[in-house]
T-cell receptor, first 116, second 107 residues
Framework: DTGVSQNPRHKITKRGQNVTFRCDPISEHNRLYWYRQTLGQGPEFLTYFQNEAQLEKSRLLSDRFSAERPKGSFSTLEIQRTEQGDSAMYLC??????????????FGPGTRLLVL | RKEVEQDPGPFNVPEGATVAFNCTYSNSASQSFFWYRQDCRKEPKLLMSVYSSGNEDGRFTAQLNRASQYISLLIRDSKLSDSATYLCVVNTDKLIFGTGTRLQVFP
């Protein structure tokens, strides 16, 4: 399977714990995006990378959230001191990064987080 | 006001019906437009891009009116397998999603 992959697919944690999610984009895709989706809402943009550079962060991305893409390939999203409000589906997407804003983004299956 | 607004539905239609979804967006600088489909507990998948000239893909027709900042999706001859949530998406330098319109096609 050469699509976007995300791990883990599900995560249950207790409030106050730290969690880390991983995204592997489609091979040779330069752009990688993170979104969050809560029940009944569409996905909301969190941040994106062009290669290893993090180019934009949403105001939704509080200082408890950090994302990295150290070698320009896979990315991690860490949430520190989780809160119940962090419970959501975290989606990763990638695009080639060559054709500007009109490019199609391909989504991974998501990581579903439940904070108890 | 949300950047992308859609009627959340649900739209309950019989097989074979024609159904139309509408969407409005607020950022006049938006550069590209899409409809994504999302099945329950799955990731969004691109259904089709939307162009000012209108475009069709089989039973699906998308329209864009930049002056009115309005996007539409028409599904003809609905199938049971069309049941899903349809997300209107606007691209500035990132994707902005509507809340989605849920479609349920019944036999």
């Amino acid at each position: 399977d050469t699509g976007v992959s995300q791990n883990p697919r599900h995560k249950i944690t207790k409030r106050g714990q730290n969690v880390t999610f991983r995204c592997d984009p489609i091979s040779e895709h330069n752009r990688l995006y993170w979104y969050r989706q809560t029940l009944g809402q569409g996905p909301e943009f969190l941040t994106y990378f062009q290669n290893e550079a993090q180019l934009e962060k949403s105001r939704l991305l509080s200082d408890r959230f950090s994302a990295e893409r150290p070698k320009g390939s896979f990315s991690t999203l860490e949430i520190q001191r989780t809160e119940q409000g962090d419970s959501a589906m975290y989606l990763c997407a990638s695009s080639p990064g060559l054709a500007g804003v009109s490019e199609t983004q391909y989504f991974g299956p998501g990581t579903r987080l439940l904070v108890l | 006001r949300k950047e992308v607004e859609q009627d959340p539905g649900p739209f309950n239609v019989p097989e074979g019906a024609t159904v139309a979804f509408n969407c409005t967006y607020s950022n006049s600088a938006s550069q590209s437009f899409f409809w994504y489909r999302q099945d329950c507990r799955k990731e969004p998948k691109l259904l089709m891009s939307v162009y000012s000239s209108g475009n069709e893909d089989g039973r699906f027709t998308a329209q864009l009116n930049r002056a009115s900042q309005y996007i539409s999706l028409l599904i003809r001859d609905s199938k049971l397998s069309d049941s899903a949530t349809y997300l209107c998406v606007v691209n500035t330098d990132k994707l902005i999603f509507g809340t989605g319109t849920r479609l349920q096609v019944f036999p």
